[in-house]
């Protein structure tokens, strides 16, 4: 009866067994619209679960997102997951046998992105917005029996993705693939991708298979409700930058009569310069207003003396910049016979010389400025500037006159900037060094410390303006709305700065 028992035991173990084994290898592979749900909530990275999981996915009914075919020495691989990706694979991608590629499209929430390391330069990272917030994976598996995960190409292959870009308003945008990190976190790399666009999409080339996207930086959009305000604030910024110039000169003449100094002299010529800049402004941009449809000589000469203004300015910012060099990086040895004549040639010859050879270019005329709404669509505004037409042809000249010199010119007087607060600085540290242990009156010297602070935070504030840092501010204007406001209103009120940095001056006096 025992071993009767016991054989019977036996027996239901093993068909059990055989039962449980064979429901194993049975086992159903997941379905393709599943994988990914499946491996975002299993406990391993999600990236390496999904590239496993869909190379033996089952594939019953066209999933949207999805597409699957095979390519071989004689079959080249176009899939199109949807209407806005497309994957081009040539038959010689792969080596040996025949090639099963699969693409699909995945939402970029997804993916974590890590923060940057300092420990190591990551010079392939990339930062941007996912072009419509959709990645688009592209995996391979050799058709064997091991089953191979092909990842390196013998060819580059082909990824596109449409844009629309009136509606967007995309201006750039780079291929990138994901580098994964080992705490299931990662970043977007351009290594081993090239870009290319056309009118309506993005064209990646890469040498490996991966999770792809693009990058873009949309455009700012400044719409005529915005245009309307900055114009007001442009206008009245300027206005009363005129006034402020005007009294700030005077000023500056009476100051360099009482005490001839070199400093007050090249205050007076950048103020000079100033109150021509702003005017000059006012005169193109009601000018234009008044005269909408015709092309005169007169847009021409006020062009032209906009640009001269513009040009003079920046020469007599970057003049201050190289008197603050002279003060305290040369210190001695610094006399200059008739220095500020030389100046005076530098400062209003250079301008002249810039001008006077555009203006034989036939550089002046209308300017033509474009802006976009989606409701109302495309809309422009015109003033009296470098002509678009000549702009469209020779941008070179544009370029040079408004973006690299002003660059140049923000870059060395931030360096001057840089020095003169280190020399304050250090200043101000051998004063701790002096005043330590000589008084016991620790609320006057606190107090006396409190009056230097605010007095050096004014100093460089007011010197930033008369150094011309606030142009540096155009970068912001390619970043967000907020920047162009930034820039419009610290720029329109230069003359009341310059003002108030006068009568800081005469008070000093």
């Known amino acids: 009866m025992w071993i009767t028992l016991f054989l019977f035991k036996i027996i239901c173990f093993s068909m059990s067994q055989a039962a449980g084994g064979n429901s194993f290898t049975t086992q159903k592979p997941l379905r393709c619209g599943d994988v990914l749900l499946h491996c975002t909530q299993s406990s391993l990275s999600w990236t390496r679960c999904y590239e496993e999981k869909i190379a033996k996915c089952e594939l019953k009914t066209r999933i949207f997102g999805f597409s699957r075919q095979t390519v071989n020495s004689l079959l080249e691989g176009d899939l199109n997951p949807t209407s806005h990706h497309r994957v081009y694979i040539t038959s010689s991608s792969f080596e040996g046998a025949a090639t099963t590629v699969m693409a699909s499209v995945i939402n970029s929430t997804y993916f974590k992105l890590s923060p940057p390391q300092r420990s190591r330069l990551q010079f392939h990272r990339r930062e941007g ?5 959709l990645v688009l994976a592209v995996k391979a598996v050799n058709m064997t029996e091991n089953g191979e ?14 844009h629309n870009n009136m509606l967007s308003e995309i201006t750039d945008g780079t ?3 994901w580098e994964e990190s080992n705490s299931g976190t990662g970043y977007w790399s351009v290594k081993g991708c090239k870009t290319n666009k056309t009118g309506d999409e993005f064209i990646c080339s890469c040498d490996h298979l991966s999770f792809f996207a693009v990058l873009v930086n949309p455009e700012i959009s400044v719409t005529n409700l915005d245009a309307e305000k900055l114009s007001y604030i442009t206008y009245i910024g300027s206005a009363l930058s005129v006034i402020f110039t005007f009294i700030s000169l005077i000023i500056f003449i009476w100051l360099h009569r009482r005490s001839p100094e070199k400093a007050i002299g090249l205050h007076m010529q950048l103020t000079g310069a100033m109150f021509c800049l702003h005017l000059s402004f006012l005169l193109c941009s009601f000018w234009e207003w008044l005269r909408k449809n015709e092309d005169s000589s007169i847009c021409l000469v006020l062009g032209l003396f906009l640009h001269w203004s513009l040009l003079a300015t920046l020469t007599w910012t970057a003049l201050e910049g190289f008197q603050i060099y002279l003060l305290l990086i040369r210190v001695f040895n610094i006399y200059i016979r008739r220095y500020l004549l030389k100046l005076c040639l530098v400062g209003w010859g250079f301008p002249t010389f810039v001008a006077t050879i555009c203006g034989i270019s036939g550089v002046y005329g209308k300017y033509t400025l474009q802006l976009r709404e989606a409701k109302n669509g495309n809309s422009t505004a015109q003033m009296c500037w470098i002509s678009s037409d000549f702009q469209s042809r020779r941008p070179l000249v544009s370029y040079i006159t408004t973006v690299a010199f002003p660059l140049l010119v923000v870059l060395f007087n931030a360096c001057m900037l840089g020095l003169v607060v280190c020399k304050m600085w250090k200043l101000r540290s051998d004063d701790k060094k002096m005043n330590f242990g000589s008084s016991s009156d620790w609320k006057e010297i606190k107090k006396e410390k409190r009056k230097r602070l605010w007095k050096d935070c004014l100093t460089v504030l007011g010197l930033s303006c008369v150094l011309g840092l606030p142009w540096g501010l155009a970068s912001t204007t390619y970043v967000s709305l907020t920047g162009i406001y930034i820039f ?11 003002f108030l940095w006068s009568v800081g001056l005469a008070r000093k006096s």
Do not use: A, H
Request: net charge positive; hydrophobic share 60%; glycine share 6%.
């Open 129 to 133: 917005t996912v072009l419509r917030g």
């Open 488 to 498: 419009t209103i610290l720029n329109s009120l230069q003359g009341v700065f310059i």
């Open 175 to 177: 291929c990138v693939f």
């Open 149 to 162: 995960i092909i990842r390196n190409l013998l060819q580059p292959i082909m990824l596109f993705f449409k």
